[in-house]
């Protein structure tokens, strides 16, 4: 599929952005939680510049992305160590 023009909204400020049909909702549901993000912090903390609330918001995001990464790195380490406890056992049974 190829590319389509689209307008998003961040913070009161509209972006055109290309992007890949099959992208289009992704990034608009990204740019929809971006949003509620900044209304959270606007609601909850005494910042109004919206410098301050978007950096908030991409330090939440970016935190979480690293949080998930680390988390992924960790479990394929376990995975990768229950299949060499899981190769020695089966090469111990079949040496026998």
């Known amino acids: 599929m190829g590319e389509i023009s ?4 961040i913070s009161d400020r509209i972006y055109p952005l290309k992007v890949n049909v099959e992208e289009e909702e992704i ?5 929809k939680i971006i949003n509620e993000r900044i209304k959270d912090y606007q ?4 910042v109004r510049d919206k410098q301050d609330l978007l950096s908030m918001a991409v330090l939440h995001y970016a935190t979480a992305v ?5 988390k992924a790195q960790h479990q394929d380490t376990a995975v990768a160590d229950k299949v060499e406890e899981l190769d020695s ?4 049974f079949f040496t026998k």
């Open 89 to 92: 056992l089966l090469k111990g």
């Open 43 to 46: 609601e909850n903390y005494a």
């Open 66 to 70: 690293l949080r998930t990464e680390h």
């Open 27 to 31: 990034v608009r549901r990204a740019a």
């Open 6 to 9: 689209i307008k998003i909204t």
